[in-house]
Structure formats: structure tokens, C-alpha cells
């Protein structure tokens, strides 16, 4: 008779390879395989949470988005001059990372930028009378954050440079390594900025005033500049947003009447008003929708803010 082959050794050595293997596939299985977090506004968000910078987080349109991005679950970083939360009582915004910084000065904010390494960007800094209009003073009654410009708070300042100097560390981090991430840049711009492509549009900016011109092109200047810079990993969203209101703002509920009729009947240069919570939601809901890029006018507003609420 043949001698029997003696197999407990290689089984040994199998189960031995198997013990040694398993944990490490599982380990590397756990690292690829998306984590699912509980559902969020309805929908499915990942475990590792997006991250969020809004500049002018203080005001009122930036608060109300700092607001809706901790619901959509992202990890917010606010950016501002005073750098403290507006509402320490509220419960969303008291889980947003509150920061200082003069945005005008790059170097300050891109520090911040790159420790933060946000994936959505979003500028609501701004002012509607600038140190130079004559009317800064009326910035107390029409702000909805009740602040004052500084001595160097002109159009091209506040809202050019300091979206520019976003733009560039959005584009070109200072580490090389994250220059491949996708990121996403959302810029409060202003109904009127589109005057030039609508009928009557440049003749109605021909009678307006000498500051509301140099706001509008402090706005159209970085809209430029956002569209120029879109590529595949770079996703540009402009918001236009004519009056933008809250049952709060006794100060422009009065106006809002005119608006909307004026839209109503067809004046193609005036638009719509837009309640500030659902400029908030909207903006919210482009920075994760891919779909969505360049100029979002009143009625994108409203689908998009009904979109994030479904």
C-alpha cells in the first residue's frame, strides 16, 4: 500500500495565511467602503463631514447660511472682523468654528484656508454703502448685521479683494498636495450686477448713482473672475439675488410690494425679492448639488430652496 500524504501541515499554513490576511482585508475594506451616517435633511451624508467656509459669517445673509449648513450636516468655519458668534443661544450656530480675520489681508486668510482645507467656499461678505458713498451711516439702518464700515471699507475692497484673495487660495493652495481636491466657490452677488444683459438694463444703470455703479462693478468684477477660473475641479456658483428680506427687516418690507409686482408685470430689470432663509437654503443645496453652476437668479432661488426642503 502507498503511504498516506500528511496534509496538516500545509492546512496549518493556510489557516495560519487566513488568520493574518482577514483582519487586513477587513481593516482595508472598512477604509473603502463608504460610511453612512443617519439621514440628513433626507438624504444620505457621509460619515466624514464636508467642510464649509463662509467669509462675512456674521451678517445676514452668511449667519443664515452658517444656519443651514450645520443642518445639512456640514462642519462650518465662519470668517468675519469680529469673529464671535451673533447668536451664542442659537443651537446651530453655537456649532460653528467662529473665527477673526481681515479677509482683505491674503496672507491672514490664506493661513486659515489652508489649515482649514475647506470644499465648499462661500463669500457673503459685503456692504450696501461703502466708506466712500456719503451714506455708510445708513449701513445701521439697512445692514441686517447692524455694522459700520471701517475707514478702508470701499466696493473694491470688501468685496473684490477679498474674494479674489479666496479665490486664490481655493485654486492654488499653498499645499500642492490639495490642489487636486474639488471645490466649490459660492459668491452672493446682486440682481442689478446683470443690468448690462437684460432690455433697458444699461440705461437704467445710466441714471443711477455714482456709488451703486461702483458696487456693481466690484460685484461683476469677481463674477468674472469666478467664471474664468472653472474647470474640473473647480465649480463656480453666483447667487443674484435682488432685495433680500425677513419678516425681521421692518425696514424694507414696505418696498417689497414694488418689487415683485414690477417683476410680476415684466420690467425685465427689476427681479423678484428673495426672503433671506431661502437664499440661505438655496445656496446650501448648490454646494452639494454638482449639477448646479454659474449665475442663479430668483427663480433657481426658489427651486432650490424648495428642493433642500424636500
Not at 495565511?17 to 453612512?36: C, D, E, N
Not at 454703502?129 to 451714506?135: A, K, N, P, V, W
Not at 459700520?148 to 500642492?176: C, F, H, M
Not at 459660492?186 to 458696487?215: I, K, M, T
Amino acid at each position: 500500500k502507498g503511504r498516506k500524504r500528511r496534509t496538516w501541515p500545509i492546512q496549518i499554513m493556510r489557516n495560519s495565511v487566513v488568520s493574518v490576511l482577514l483582519p487586513s482585508l477587513s481593516f482595508a475594506g472598512a477604509l473603502l467602503t463608504p460610511r453612512l451616517a443617519a439621514p440628513a435633511g433626507g438624504r444620505e451624508a457621509l460619515a466624514i463631514k464636508k467642510k464649509m467656509l463662509v467669509l462675512g459669517g456674521t451678517g445676514f445673509v452668511g449667519s443664515r447660511v452658517c444656519e443651514e449648513a450645520i443642518k445639512k450636516g456640514y462642519a462650518v468655519t465662519a470668517l468675519s472682523r469680529r469673529g464671535q458668534n451673533p447668536k451664542p443661544d442659537d443651537a446651530q450656530l453655537s456649532q460653528v468654528n467662529w473665527l477673526t480675520c481681515d479677509a482683505t489681508e491674503e496672507a491672514q486668510l490664506g493661513k486659515i484656508m489652508s489649515e482649514v482645507d475647506p470644499d465648499v467656499v462661500v463669500h457673503a461678505v459685503g456692504l450696501l454703502f461703502d466708506i466712500d458713498s456719503g451714506l455708510a451711516n445708513l449701513n445701521l439702518v439697512v445692514s441686517g448685521s447692524k455694522s459700520v464700515p471701517g475707514e478702508k471699507s470701499t466696493y473694491d475692497a470688501i468685496t473684490r479683494q477679498t474674494a479674489e484673495n479666496a479665490l486664490k487660495n481655493t485654486i492654488s493652495p499653498r499645499n500642492p498636495l490639495k490642489s487636486l481636491k474639488k471645490r466649490t466657490f459660492v459668491f452672493v452677488s446682486a440682481a442689478e450686477a446683470g443690468w448690462p444683459e437684460v432690455p433697458l438694463g444699461d440705461r437704467v444703470e445710466s441714471l443711477a448713482p455714482e456709488w451703486l455703479v461702483r458696487y456693481l462693478g466690484a460685484k461683476r468684477s469677481v463674477e468674472a473672475s469666478l467664471l474664468n477660473a472653472q474647470s474640473n475641479n473647480f465649480r463656480p456658483v453666483i447667487f443674484r439675488p435682488s432685495l433680500i428680506w425677513t419678516w425681521s427687516k421692518l425696514d424694507v418690507l414696505p418696498v417689497i410690494p414694488v418689487f415683485n409686482i414690477a417683476s410680476a408685470i415684466g420690467l425685465p430689470f427689476v427681479d423678484k425679492t428673495v426672503r433671506v432663509e431661502d437664499l440661505a437654503a438655496a445656496i446650501v443645496e448648490a454646494a452639494g448639488t454638482e449639477s448646479v453652476s454659474g449665475i442663479q437668479r430668483f427663480k433657481e432661488v426658489e427651486e432650490l430652496s424648495s428642493k433642500s426642503r424636500v
